[in-house]
């Protein structure tokens, strides 16, 4: 059974940044599609930004296109999530996620098989 650990999160000012990471335990890492996700209070799970296996490929929802970028080094099998020009409501808990090892509507939490356990990010303003 796969592990993941979200760390990274915590308090900023609006404009500021931050950079998540989630470390994967087991072998299968490197050769699965992982994503990670945001809930804020009171609302759903909701698909922040995915990268392929390899890295080459990566999307990302409307509301975080040029301020997030997602990477990994499967090396330390771990993803990151670089996030830059915090907003207010980018406040959530944020949540990495492996994909299955088939092909799948990967902006979908539940097609995700493992979660970590999420790491709270607060932008003030």
């Known amino acids: 059974q796969v592990q993941l650990v979200e760390s990274g999160g915590g308090l900023v000012q609006a404009g500021g940044s931050l950079r998540l990471s989630c470390a994967a335990s087991g072998r299968t890492f490197s050769n699965r599609a992982m994503g990670w996700f945001r809930q804020a209070p009171g609302k759903e799970r909701e698909f922040v930004a995915r990268i392929s296996w390899s890295g080459s490929t990566t999307d990302y929802t409307d509301s975080v296109k040029g301020r997030f970028t997602i990477s990994r080094d499967n090396a330390k099998n771990t993803v990151y999530l670089q996030m830059s020009s915090l907003k207010p409501e980018d406040t959530a808990v944020y949540y990495c996620?492996?994909?299955?090892?088939?092909?799948?509507?990967?902006?979908?939490?539940?097609?995700?098989?493992?979660w970590g356990q999420g790491t709270q990010v607060t932008v003030s303003s």
């Open positions: 996620a492996m994909a299955p090892p088939y092909l799948v509507d990967r902006r979908v939490a539940q097609n995700y098989e493992s």
